[in-house]
């Protein structure tokens, strides 16, 4: 099926923009329809994804037989309806919008790419705004992962949606009135006192730079870009790492179909310990006449007084010879493998089959038999099978959810964010918790109930 195409049955709505005739699925609005077919409306309040707003009146277009413009981000197509971007009128509109915004804003040195607002008013040709600037607020740089540039604000309220209805912290608010409206943290706190889990979804909302990753990093201009996928909990999050000389500089999410996009703290900031000069890179062995103790600590700063360094063929040799001279004088029986949920299914496959072959034994387990044991054993009488059944995101189609002894705000934060959504759209959440977690204000129920101990002598 080419991209223009509608799925098979699919309802659709033909209409003509720019003079020609297009089909639009049932439920898309004008500028989803016309992106399909290539052609880029310029649009600053709306993100695919989002609610649409259409607050900031970039997008509108000229529809025949109709009074006003409208916004192509929340107005549905008509069978018949004739709909032009880029007429006189729309432009004119749409350039001003652009040039009455780009006055406000500070000229940062910044690509295009790296800013929304920058790139339309490039494509429309607005250079030099004829308008005086308003206020400037100041920046607020107490958050140690985000700055706050209000200067560069377009209140296009991408980021109350990321907050509000994406993430659902409820953290980002609009307040105040006139020219005195603006962004907010809870009661109009600095970023950094206020209740923000620094999820970054504002930073990747925001099309100006208002909201950033700290210290400028939205104004490197990467050298490549890597998509990956975050190596903290087990959600599964895909994400695109911008390197620059090596480094890694700012982490976006990607839309993959655990996340769509969305980090949590770790995944967006948590990378510093890449470059941390603890960080081993070289294999190192213990040096002869250290022998291993059991309070052994290691002092960072001394760690050749124990080891050395070794080449990976060395040190792979060394381990190697030591498994098999274990293997050889105790038999197979001596050694056992415990594997890690930060692998790879292709990966656990390939280390027992290490185990069972290489070793010649079946002692082989890995680390989810035990901080999932309970979990595992109610799947197995519930469902037949100790194994996950669907990703976290189908919980959208869910009209009861029962969470027991579960705390994914701090564990897995982004698959949190879909039982806030499903909560949001009225699926009735049950938390079963001794603690009240972050859920609980979410939740239909709250069962917090007492633990009941058993001692034994």
Request: a neutral charge.
């Amino acid at each position: 099926m080419k991209m223009n195409e509608p799925p098979a049955g699919a309802e659709t709505i033909e209409f003509k923009l720019n003079g020609e005739t297009i089909s639009a699925f049932a439920g898309e609005t004008i500028i989803q329809a016309a992106g399909r077919y290539g052609t880029d409306i310029p649009h600053l309040c709306y993100k695919e994804g989002y609610r649409p707003d259409g607050n900031c009146r970039a997008c509108v277009v000229e529809i025949k037989g109709e009074r006003v413009l409208a916004p192509s981000c929340c107005r549905a197509p008509a069978k018949g309806m004739e709909v032009q971007s880029n007429s006189p009128r729309a432009l004119h509109s749409q350039k001003m919008v652009v040039e009455l915004l780009m006055a406000d804003v500070p000229k940062q040195d910044l690509k295009p790419g790296d800013n929304e607002l920058f790139y339309w008013a490039g494509e429309l040709g607005v250079t030099h705004p004829r308008f005086a600037p308003r206020h400037q607020p100041r920046a607020d740089i107490s958050h140690p992962a985000m700055d706050v540039n209000l200067d560069a604000c377009i209140q296009c309220t991408r980021c109350v949606r990321a907050c509000r209805e994406e993430q659902v912290n409820d953290v980002i608010g609009y307040a105040f009135r006139g020219s005195e409206s603006k962004v907010v943290f809870d009661f109009d706190d600095p970023m950094g006192a206020s209740t923000c889990v620094a999820c970054g979804e504002c930073v990747q909302a925001c099309p100006t730079g208002a909201l950033a990753p700290a210290k400028q990093a939205y104004q490197v201009v990467a050298d490549k870009q890597v998509d990956s996928v975050c190596p903290y909990c087990g959600v599964g999050c895909q994400l695109t790492y911008h390197v620059k000389d090596n480094k890694i500089v700012r982490v976006e999410g990607k839309d993959g179909p655990a996340n769509h996009e969305r980090l949590c703290v770790k995944g967006r900031f948590g990378f510093d310990y890449v470059a941390h000069p603890q960080r081993l890179t070289k294999p190192l062995i213990r040096k002869p006449g250290v022998p291993k103790t059991a309070d052994f600590t290691v002092d960072p700063t001394r760690w050749s007084d124990v080891f050395r360094e070794a080449t990976w063929e060395e040190a792979l040799d060394l381990a190697a010879n030591g498994l098999k001279k274990v293997r050889d004088t105790k038999g197979p029986s001596g050694l056992a493998g415990f594997g890690s949920a930060k692998g790879s299914n292709e990966e656990a496959y390939l280390f027992q089959k290490l185990v069972r072959t290489g070793f010649g034994t079946n002692n082989v387990d890995h680390c989810t038999r035990l901080c999932h044991a309970s979990s595992v054993v109610a799947l197995l009488e519930g469902i037949g099978s100790g194994a996950v059944s669907n990703q976290v995101g189908d919980v959208e189609n869910s009209e009861v959810i029962f969470l027991i002894g579960a705390n994914p705000t701090s564990n897995h934060p982004v698959a949190a964010t879909w039982l806030k959504n499903a909560a949001e759209r009225g699926a009735k959440l049950i938390v079963a918790d001794p603690r009240r977690n972050e859920l609980a204000r979410l939740a239909w129920r709250n069962l917090q109930f007492r633990p009941t101990w058993t001692w034994r002598s």
